[in-house]
């Protein structure tokens, strides 16, 4: 039987017959692998997902984590799961050799990965959370704090998290209140007290590694032993659930306290925690009171340090939000397939004993499945793209080259978080849809599916914070750099179409878009007034969004376009959906653009 989590064919093709990641492997650090190994890693994959993540992740949602006064319960299965992806390397798949990984290419890794947030998104998230930490710290840890905290992580026998958002902060991070104050010098760095509270912090409490290892934002008092105001005060510490002493041994209980769980729509899986740091005892002896947190890199660099784990989280969760819609139309697909209900219209339908058909036979039906089919395979297309460019990144010794490609991906991470959180949520509405009645109860799995994915505009940067990235940073910086490199991989993609009669009317629209694009953007930065440009910056997000997935599906188009069998034929059926039933929608949010309409920016509290 064909997976319900994620189609191997689509994955193939993907991988093999559009971004050709087998060329990676003329690259020194790819030089080991072939097909061969990327497939046995895919394997892996799946088998893991399929047998330990997937059987218990409706039971996870029914039974979510509890705190029983003494530590934070969660069913059995969620423990032999993450020994199973730890102890098959996965957790340091992609790192160097020395590190004790694979040097798998990551394009190859996400793909793997997302047969794990396909299974259980809930269980997922430790060890994927996890790696952001290990990642962020390889990258700006010093080598003690690699040496006691990373390699433990990529093991699987220390789980990371990052602790950002704060009660009365949210979103507004240079609200935080978190303070750190210096102690002394140790061997990992300089050392200090951490006290104040963190919210929405995933797998911030648990039992299931030996120890927990906390990315805490923090404001490191000025010469007056005043908090720096704004971002700029903002640092970086590491701060463990358990003391590590220099032989790597487990010391004391640090003074990180669980202060309650959050119970959430989804993700129940996944505990969800208010910390307290500093706060279960008054002083130390010999010390200040406060949780013991080592500083990460430089004092007041916290936040650019934090962006390097909060912009790989933000592409995990566009992934997540993929695998969720991807496994809810496969489930979808299935139900439609042998589901009989109604008879054909026309003559031949108007007998009473004539049989049912298959409701996959009706044209409504197929018009939910093909929109689910182009939101969910564009995604999925749109995020490996996203992860070739961190390979070419890698593996290029032109340093230009390796700006050029970092500056591409910038602009379209905010897309590859929010376009799969806004349309794949909404592939998940459609599969519940398609089930009818039976998709709204919990015999059935694509209502969890639409529960769990709910959460994905809202993490790791709300839709309308990735707005403001795109619009108010990224396509302006370095002179809109990035947007230029965007536009010159469509026109690219746009000039091979033009040159097949089947591909050229796309060719034509996707132009069309893009050039209203383009002007709407300078006209938006002419305007003179931040806030009014700002205003609609989700509404240009989307947009924007749907202009870039549309050139995927170009993409996936060129791919196919020679090829037979039922497969191709499926790709180019919804490559035509979405450029005929989708991609026109961008015009009538242009034109809004266009206008520099003020209605919701002058809108008053008292108008309510």
């Known amino acids: 039987m064909d997976s319900l989590l994620l189609s191997r064919r689509d994955l193939q093709f993907l991988l093999y017959e559009w971004l050709e990641v087998e060329s990676l492997t003329q690259a020194d650090r790819y030089a080991d692998h072939s097909r ?35 530590s934070v319960a969660l069913i059995d ?35 793997g990965l997302t047969y794990m947030y396909a299974a259980n998104v809930g269980t997922s998230a430790y060890p994927l959370l996890t790696m952001g930490n290990a990642n962020l710290l390889l990258a700006h840890g010093s080598d003690a704090q690699r040496e006691a905290f990373v390699k433990p992580e990529l093991e699987g026998r220390y789980f990371g998290t990052m602790c950002l958002s704060e009660p009365q902060a949210g979103s507004s991070l240079s609200d935080i209140a978190t303070r750190a104050d210096y102690e002394s010098e140790s061997a990992f760095g300089p050392q200090y007290r951490v006290t104040g509270n963190k919210m929405w912090i995933s797998g911030g409490d648990h039992e299931l590694s030996e120890n927990i290892v906390h990315l805490v934002l923090a404001k490191i008092p000025g010469p007056d032993g005043k908090p720096i105001p704004g971002v700029k005060g903002i640092s ?9 002493n220099h032989d790597g041994t487990l010391g004391e209980r640090n003074d990180v306290q669980l202060a309650g769980i959050n119970h959430k729509m989804g993700y129940r899986g996944t505990v969800n925690c208010l910390l307290n740091f500093g706060e279960g005892t008054a002083h130390r002896p010999g010390g200040k009171g406060g949780a013991v947190g080592y500083l990460v890199g430089k004092a007041h660099h916290g936040l650019a340090y934090m962006f390097h784990m909060m912009n790989e989280a933000r592409i995990g969760v566009g992934l997540g939000a993929v695998a969720l819609g991807y496994t809810g139309y496969l489930h979808a697909l299935d139900y439609a397939r042998n589901r009989p209900q109604g008879r054909a219209i026309g003559n031949e339908g108007k007998d009473p004993s004539s049989p049912q058909t298959r409701i996959i036979n009706h044209a409504d039906v197929k018009r939910m499945l093909l929109a689910q089919k182009s939101y969910v395979e564009g995604a999925l297309a749109f995020n490996l793209y996203c992860a070739r460019l961190v390979d070419e990144a890698r593996v290029t010794a032109d340093t230009e080259e390796r ?4 500056l591409l991906l910038d602009i379209l991470t905010p897309i590859a978080k929010s376009w799969p959180s806004q349309w794949c949520l909404a592939a998940n509405d459609l599969a519940i849809q398609v089930h009818g009645g039976y998709g709204y109860t919990r015999e059935y799995k694509v209502e969890q599916f639409y529960r769990d994915n709910r959460l994905n505009p809202i993490h790791e940067g709300t839709h309308g914070i990735q ?7 990224k396509v302006v910086m370095e002179n809109g750099a990035a947007f230029k490199l965007f536009a010159g991989r469509v026109a690219e993609t746009v000039g091979k179409a033009r040159a097949h009669e ?12 893009f050039r209203r694009l383009a002007e709407v953007t300078r006209a938006l930065w002419s305007a003179g007034d931040t806030q009014l440009t700002l205003a609609n910056a989700s509404v240009y997000l989307e947009a924007f969004g749907h202009v ?16 037979e069998g039922d497969f191709y034929e499926g790709k180019r059926s919804a490559m035509r959906y979405f450029f005929r039933w989708e991609l026109p929608k961008v015009d009538a949010q242009l034109d809004l653009l266009a206008s520099l309409d003020r209605t919701a920016l002058d809108m008053q509290d008292a108008f309510f």
Not at 81 to 108: K, N, S, W
Request: with cysteine.
């Open 36 to 70: 061969e190994t990327f497939d046995a890693a895919l394997d892996t994959c799946e088998r893991i997902a399929t047998e330990l993540f997937a059987p218990h992740n409706q039971k996870a949602d029914q039974h979510e984590p509890h705190f029983d006064g003494r």
């Open 77 to 111: 299965e969620v423990g032999p799961a993450l020994r199973a992806f730890a102890d098959a390397g996965l957790i340091a798949a992609g790192h160097d050799y020395a590190l004790g990984g694979m040097q798998l290419p990551a394009v190859v890794e996400k793909a």
């Open 236 to 244: 970086l510490l590491l701060v463990p659930k358990f003391l590590v």
């Open 403 to 406: 700006a050029r490609l970092t």
């Open 467 to 473: 707005g403001l990235d795109l619009l108010g940073r």
């Open 502 to 513: 089947s591909l050229s009317g796309f060719a034509d629209a996707l132009e069309l878009r």
């Open 548 to 563: 870039a997935i549309a050139w995927i599906w170009l993409e996936q188009g060129l791919a196919a376009e020679t090829k």
